[in-house]
């Protein structure tokens, strides 16, 4: 089964084979986003910064705070990058440590899943040809993974690069959002697309990349069976 969830700016679908689990997923995604709000409150400048965030050492961060600021560190960029993969991951996570089997979060894009069937992910690219025509082939496997997609012509995120699609595939949602933003930015032109893998693919965990720019498609790693929708 299957269900929109809409909270402020999260909108996410969440698919499990019981009810109880995605009011887990729900219940998660609650809790996790008023822990972050809580934060934003007290330290605003998390919310805005495009660079780097230190950790405060002095104080006790919430968990989703502290998995966003790893995440995005690696890349040198704004912990913000990574905040719908890891709120799609906190809410994964919850349904597997309740017994799922079969779980997944689609938060704008950026999913998180666990499976016991092949899942098709499809990659949606704007005007590109490749739009809706193509999907990963996701095996079965009860290992969290994350499968994250950055734009710089499609929807309202910060980008400061022009791909029409960047996906990132690891075993982080968190890691792969920030990854697919920074390789998104890396994307200029068809010419840049090669070099643009070389943003991601020194960060361990990241098991592969798919770069979509107009009539090119790129990918690096081991990435996931593209097959035609």
């Known amino acids: 089964m299957k269900e929109r969830f809409t909270l402020k700016e999260t909108f996410a679908w969440i698919t499990a084979d019981e009810k109880r689990y995605i009011e887990i997923a729900k219940a998660e995604l609650k809790e996790r986003r008023t822990d972050l709000e809580r934060f934003v409150r007290w330290q605003p400048y998390f919310a805005v910064t495009l660079d780097e965030y230190p950790i405060d050492q002095t104080?006790?961060?919430?968990?989703?705070?502290?998995?966003?600021?790893?995440?995005?560190?690696?890349?040198?960029?704004?912990?913000?990058?990574?905040?719908?993969?890891?709120?799609a991951e906190f809410a994964v996570a919850a349904m597997r440590d309740a017994g799922a089997?079969?779980?997944?979060?689609?938060?704008?894009?950026?999913?998180?899943?666990?499976?016991?069937?092949?899942?098709?992910?499809?990659?949606?690219?704007?005007?590109?040809?490749?739009s809706n025509k193509i999907a990963l082939k996701i095996r079965p496997s009860s290992v969290l993974l994350g499968i994250c997609t950055s734009s710089g012509s499609v929807g309202h995120s910060i980008s400061f690069g022009n791909a029409d699609a960047a996906t990132v595939m690891s075993n982080s949602a968190s890691l792969s959002d920030a990854a697919a933003t920074a390789l998104c930015n890396s994307v200029s032109d068809a010419q840049s697309v090669k070099n643009a893998f070389h943003t991601i693919e020194h960060v361990d965990g990241i098991r592969g990349a798919l770069?979509?720019?107009?009539?090119?498609?790129?990918?690096?790693g081991k990435i996931a069976e593209i097959v035609r929708l």
């Open 59 to 87: 104080n006790e961060l919430p968990e989703i705070v502290l998995r966003m600021i790893e995440s995005a560190s690696k890349f040198g960029i704004g912990p913000m990058s990574a905040v719908a993969g890891t709120l």
């Open 101 to 130: 089997a079969y779980a997944m979060v689609d938060n704008g894009g950026d999913v998180a899943l666990i499976t016991d069937r092949d899942v098709l992910v499809g990659i949606y690219a704007g005007e590109s040809p490749f």
């Open 211 to 220: 770069v979509i720019y107009k009539d090119v498609l790129a990918t690096c």
